[in-house]
């Protein structure tokens, strides 16, 4: 049985970081991605990457955020750097299987899911 467990997750201020990783269970060989949804809106991808390396980003958050996957400890790992207000959401992992081109980041493209966790960065 697959399963995600997300990670890392708090509060910080404005210009901090954190680091959220997903454990991942029963499950190998994925293309992984992190989404974040706010309330009131929609889910949303924040970056993928896919089993050779490749790497997708959300244009709010390139250059600040980092994708990467430790294929030893099977686990996604998202550090998010120079963090801002708008960053305020409920953060989630997903993976699916391996495909051939960039790894996406719609939603709808992932089969597992982990449960969320939050991460609240203040002004």
């Known amino acids: 049985q697959v399963r995600l467990v997300e990670s890392g997750g708090g509060s910080v201020q404005a210009g901090g970081s954190l680091l959220l990783s997903c454990a991942v269970f029963?499950?190998?060989?994925?293309?992984g991605g992190w989404f974040r949804q706010a309330p009131g809106k929609e889910r949303e991808g924040v970056a993928s990457i896919s089993g050779a390396g490749t790497t997708t980003y959300a244009d709010s958050v390139k250059g600040r955020f980092t994708i990467s996957k430790d294929n030893a400890k099977n686990t996604l790992n998202l550090r998010m750097n120079f963090l801002k207000p708008e960053d305020t959401a409920m953060y989630y992992c997903?993976?699916?299987?391996?495909?051939?081109?960039?790894?996406?980041?719609?939603?709808?493209?992932?089969?597992?899911w982990g449960q969320g966790t939050q991460v609240t960065v203040s002004s």
């Open positions: 997903a993976a699916r299987p391996p495909r051939r081109g960039w790894p996406p980041l719609s939603p709808g493209d992932y089969a597992y």
């Open positions: 029963g499950y190998s060989g994925y293309q």
